[in-house]
């Protein structure tokens, strides 16, 4: 697959990288990691709604990457996904995850700047916290140069 070969080269390369959705799942499996494959049946206090307006809450790992960034420990984030991280990539740890306690998000705490998260920040550009992960990512290519 062409987007794993590319996502690979970039990961050794050590280029900074933010999977959004299908990204991170894509992420985690290059690194080794599994993926559950359908989270209705996971899903016990929270919705199978699919929707793009922040009605999941998120618990954000206090020291990790994202809550750095972020500057808070629970977010309000939306749900576009119907599959998750099962066992984490290699050298990946979890920063955030769902009141059902499904990862919502993870990072690769040392080396390289990489974040995956599970919701669609792109799409909440509303809010402050959301930006913040865009301008983390730049803020990390710039620091590459």
């Avoid at 933010?18 to 049946?41: E, M, P, S, Y």
């Avoid at 990457?65 to 984030?77: E, H, N, P, S, T």
């Avoid at 919502?104 to 509303?126: D, S």
Wanted: charge should be positive; hydrophobic fraction near 40%.
């Amino acid at each position: 697959m062409f987007e794993l070969r590319i996502l690979k080269a970039a990961i050794k390369a050590g280029l900074p990288v933010l999977g959004i959705c299908r990204g991170a799942q894509l992420i985690n499996v290059a690194l080794g990691g599994t993926l559950h494959q359908d989270l209705r049946k996971m899903r016990q206090v929270t919705s199978n709604r699919r929707t793009f307006l922040p009605c999941k809450t998120v618990a954000l790992r206090p020291h990790s990457r994202l809550a750095g960034i972020q500057k808070r420990r629970r977010d309000r984030v939306n749900s576009l996904h119907h599959q998750s991280v099962a066992k984490r990539g290699e050298g990946l740890k979890v920063s955030a995850v769902d009141t059902d306690g499904i990862v919502q998000a993870v990072e690769q705490p040392r080396g390289n700047w990489l974040l995956e998260v599970q919701w669609h920040p792109e799409y909440l550009p509303y809010r402050r916290q959301q930006r913040a992960l865009f301008v983390a990512l730049v803020r990390a290519c710039r620091n590459r140069e």
